[in-house]
């Protein structure tokens, strides 16, 4: 680490609440000085930001970009080498569809420390709303996860369909309907599970829940603006809630 350099501490928050942070994680927002945090970030998290740390908003809402990464990079950096501790606040999991290498390769060129902690990944988050498994020990031992927006989904329809597991398209909720009549045409079998997860982890989770067919005939659209996973296969089948579109308030209402 250069001389008078600080540190850089990556943080996952998984969904972005409190109660999903990793202790790892909330004694470094604790000792930062600054934090620069995403959209997915809720209030019960920024909550501990201590007063000392200035706090930076560089998360995205409807497609707007408070940051761009090289700007984030950029603070980081500059940061760092005003000897300050900076945490960079992620929700999920920094290794998983979040920029950490690039924000690795330039930390490390310019010898800054950096530690990574990990969150509570959405993909967990999702299978927790489903109350299922991602896995089954007699029939499904792998899972492939991938970006729902990948340019490489068609070239890889075929074997995603003859795959022997559990598929997960980040960020696949705007095109769940695309994505289901992609492993149809490969021949995924209609009758396959099949589970849309809005705001994994969060109060407000959605889940739309029925088979590879009923995606691919636009029964099963998403209904908020929040981050989904699709997730496709047989694991999830056997113990996840089959409430089609059943908010948590809904689940709660039912119980009254």
């Known amino acids: ?72 990079i950029a603070a980081m950096i500059t940061h760092a080498m005003q000897g300050k501790h900076v945490v960079r ?24 420390e950096v530690t990574v ?7 967990l988050s999702a ?40 598929l997960v398209f980040y960020m696949g909720a705007e095109r769940a309907n695309e994505i289901a009549k992609l492993l149809s045409s490969a021949g995924l079998s209609a009758g396959t599970t099949a589970a849309l997860v809005e705001n994994a982890g969060k109060a407000d989770a959605v889940i739309a829940f029925d088979t590879i067919a009923a995606f691919e005939r636009g029964e099963c659209a998403r209904k908020t603006s929040g981050p989904g996973l699709f997730i496709v296969g047989s694991a999830i089948a056997g113990e996840a809630e089959k409430d089609t579109f059943a908010t948590a308030q809904d689940a709660a209402t039912a119980q009254l």
């Open 1 to 72: 680490m250069k001389t008078g350099a600080g540190k850089v501490t990556i943080a996952g928050a998984g969904p972005g609440q409190l109660d999903h942070l990793t202790i790892a994680a909330l004694r470094a927002i604790h000792e930062a000085d600054v934090i620069l945090y995403d959209a997915l970030i809720e209030d019960s998290i920024i909550a501990e930001f201590p007063l000392k740390a200035e706090s930076i908003f560089v998360g995205k809402r409807c497609g707007n970009h408070a940051y761009t990464q090289t700007m984030i």
């Open 117 to 123: 902690l990990p969150g509570v990944t959405a993909m």
């Open 89 to 112: 606040l992620k929700g999920g999991d920094p290794a998983i569809f979040a920029h950490l290498t690039s924000e690795l390769e330039a930390l490390r060129a310019l010898q800054i």
């Open 127 to 166: 299978a927790a709303a489903l109350k299922a498994p991602l896995t089954s020990r007699k029939t499904n031992r792998h899972i492939w996860v991938t970006d729902g927006h990948s340019p490489d989904l068609a070239k890889h329809a075929s074997a995603m369909a003859e795959f022997p597991g559990t």
